[in-house]
């Protein structure tokens, strides 16, 4: 299995603990009342978050992920066309 960690970033604003791929518009009016450029411009730009890639592995193990949806029964099962042409009769 493959971890990929992107890059996030932290929010300048004091106290605000808000991390994000990017640190959106949407974010710095909602939170703090002022635009982007303004927020980055009292508070200076946002820093990287680092990730300790061992702790993010471990983190993860014995995780089960969820099964795909619509594993009942294949696409081409006698079944499925069955319940396709039932559908179609209903329109």
Do not use: W
């Amino acid at each position: 299995m493959t971890i990929i960690i992107r890059s996030t970033v932290k929010c300048p604003y004091p106290n605000c603990g808000h991390t994000g791929d990017v640190i959106t518009n949407l974010h710095c009016r909602r939170a703090h009342a002022m635009e982007r450029k303004e927020l980055f411009g009292r508070y200076g730009k946002p820093q990287g978050v680092g990730f300790d890639t061992t702790a993010a592995k471990k983190n993860l193990e014995g995780h089960v992920a969820a099964p795909p949806l619509n594993t009942g029964y294949p696409s081409d099962s006698s079944q499925a066309k069955d319940m396709r042409s039932s559908r179609s009769k209903r329109k």
